[in-house]
């Protein structure tokens, strides 16, 4: 499996941007996430699509202002960014795998595949 991650760029405080994430399988029994890692910091959970459509996961920080989407036609699972705050500013991976539980969606561990990863940068 491999998964193209694209349309990071610079945008100001307060603009929008939408990540992409094409995977070279159909990935209707995928569930897809979106992790980032800021400069000097730990790998963290950013959103996530369940396999089975049963509803999206976001982290506290990004809830209202983050919107994940897959199109399974496209075999594509996108991340629409909005209201974006400097502290947003990481390099932001797309991750999937089959099999993923509720319970550990939100962890890298439950995540065999992995984008190369799309750079983000917010200036205030």
């Known amino acids: 499996v491999q998964l193209q991650a694209s349309g990071g760029g610079l945008v100001q405080a307060g603009g929008s941007l939408r990540l992409s994430c094409t995977a070279s399988?159909?990935?209707?029994?995928?569930?897809m996430g979106w992790f980032r890692q800021a400069p000097g910091k730990e790998r963290e959970f950013v959103a996530a699509?369940?396999?089975?459509?049963?509803?999206?996961y976001y982290a506290d920080s990004v809830k209202g202002r983050f919107t994940i989407s897959r199109d399974n036609a496209k075999n594509t699972v996108y991340l629409q960014m909005h209201n974006l705050k400097p502290e947003d500013t990481a390099v932001y991976y797309c991750a999937a795998d089959t099999g993923v539980i509720s319970s550990t969606i939100r962890y890298e561990s439950a995540y065999n595949y992995w984008g190369q990863g799309t750079l983000v940068t917010v200036s205030s």
């Open positions: 399988v159909r990935i209707s029994r995928y569930s």
């Open positions: 699509y369940k396999w089975s459509n049963s509803g999206a």
